[in-house]
């Protein structure tokens, strides 16, 4: 069953008076328990289709259905709510709070949530546990390493429940060792508890360990490949 | 939790909260200071004026107010005082004379009002007895006949001295002109240097000798009261005991000096919003830094789902900690100097007589009333509050998708 739908897919802005087609007619569908990668050169459109998958933006044309709701019509705060509780999102940056330890970090999440204090930090526990960071719990991002704040965004992309997690280039800062761990994690993750990861990605080791690999050019699904 | 990570927020660049606090700190120090002496001084003016001269409740004929004519006088004045001092909350009260006429000496001759006291109650009414310092005579004593009490003003424009001789000229009962010698028996001064030029003070026994009017009668009687909440009650209750007389309080007598305390509170308020605006809007600048620096962990925080809400309360929750902790710092510091100097007093020596002309001490002791703090404390949170809301609106304004992807 698609949890995900993307329905003729364009997304047109300007750029100094010129207009950019970033996103030109894509329809793809999504399965729970996917481990995608959408793959391209710079400028392909993979960004700006994961950011209108996300609901972080819209598309010019088309429409995005996700758990049979096309969010393109949802606006302001219901649209922040419905990113809250249906997705999780990995950055190319880790992006965490810098102020809160990693714990924290991931009870943030659910403290938007509005979930009882005994849950958060359960939840928080186990799924720092479950990315191999159950020793550095208490430690805030600047003393982590690249790779473990990285593990630590996964750690709260899943701290919702959401539907499927988007990563937006997530190995990019990352060396081999830290890549490989990442991977391995979110790979255990997919297998063992059917979560849904979507990459957008140029690093060929995310890449290799995709089951399904979608690549985009000039805005287009050029292919779309299932191992 | 929004407000653990506003909290932890501000100390993230630590040199950059120290800078506004301190300039909040020093702006409040700065503000209670000079609230805490323009307060502290026209309390003192008022209280230095009801204890040298006003009191609190006077009455009078009610024709005397009208040019202080000798002949409207209050009859049985002795009596009067004895059921004045009876009704509840009456501290203390004492009847004088008071008769306009001229101090004489060789060198000049000066308008005055002679204030004839009776000098044991007038101590209970009056801190005159207290003005005159050891070297300048005694109050009252020493002197066998007409002693005279003049102001260290009035002495040095009539070159008078302990001792001198000085003739007063007044009307008596009748309206013909008589006058008498005095001798001055003590020299006063009060930190009013315009009542001192135009008051002297002798013996009721010895000024009703001369005007013939009967010793038990009076110009003016003075109240003193022991709670001043209670000045209107007891004024309506002396009024119903004698509804033939004027009975007036001190507001109503001087009325530039009842206004002195209102116009200092507007004073006050217009001071501190002036000084917290300035501050607010350093507030505002270090506000809007911080959002610019942030830009992409708010787009995050957005992007996983923090409403527009929480990221402006999250910023108003930070600017208002900024403004309270310096605000805190600021009144807790000026708390101790008001209590400091309010206790040892800062002398404006320099600039005495000029603030001795308008009645003000030369040594004033700052103070500001315990509801002043209160208010400020309010203005101080509205500040921060004001102040968040543009860096705020600038914050929420930002797009996520876009936000994340900036190097900031």
Known sequence: ?227 | MLISIAWKNIWRNKLRSAVVIIAVTLGLIGGIMSVGIMFGSSDQRIKDALNDYVSEIQIHHPKYSENNEAKYIIKNSDNAEKIISEIPGVKSVCSRMKIIGMANSPEAAVGIVINGINPEREKKVTDIYTKIPDSLGTYFKNTKRNPVLISSKLAEKLNLHLRSKVVLTFQEKNGTMTGGAFRVSGIYKTNNSMFDETNIFVKKEDLARLTLFPENTAHEIAVRITDKKQLETIKADISKKYPDLSVMTWKELQPDLAMVTDFMNQMMAIFMIIILSALGFGIVNTMLMVVLERIKEIGMLMAVGMNRIRVFTMIMLETVFLSVVGGGIGMAVSAILLNYFGRVGMSFSSVSKGLESFGYSAVIFPKVETSFYFMLSFLIILTGIIASVYPAIKAVKLNPAEAVRTDA
């Open chain 1, 1 to 227: 069953m698609n949890i995900i739908e993307t329905k003729n897919l364009h997304k047109t802005y300007k750029e100094s008076e010129i207009e950019v087609h970033a996103v030109r007619g894509v329809d793809l569908s999504f399965e729970q328990g996917e481990f995608t990668a959408i793959v391209g050169p710079s400028g392909s459109g993979k960004t700006t289709l994961l950011n209108m998958i996300g609901g972080l933006d819209k598309p010019t044309e088309g429409e995005i259905i996700i758990d049979g709701i096309n969010i393109s019509t949802l606006k302001g705060s219901k649209l922040i709510d419905f990113r809250l509780r249906k997705i999780g999102f990995v950055f190319q940056a880790y992006n965490l709070i810098p102020v809160l330890t990693a714990k924290e970090n991931v009870e943030f999440i659910m403290n938007l949530q509005k979930r009882p204090k005994k849950e958060r930090i359960k939840r928080a526990e186990d799924l720092l546990k479950a990315v191999g960071l159950g020793d550095r719990m208490n430690a805030r991002p600047s003393k982590l390493s690249g790779g473990q704040q990285q593990r630590v965004a996964v750690a709260r992309a899943l701290a919702s429940k959401p539907m499927f997690i988007l990563a937006d280039e997530p190995t990019a800062n990352l060396d081999s060792e830290s890549t490989r761990n990442l991977l391995e994690i979110m790979e255990t993750l997919n297998k063992e508890e059917n979560i849904t990861f979507i990459f957008s990605t140029h690093d060929t080791r995310v890449v290799n360990k995709a089951r399904r690999i979608i690549t985009i050019d000039d805005g287009k699904v050029l292919s779309d490949e299932k191992k």
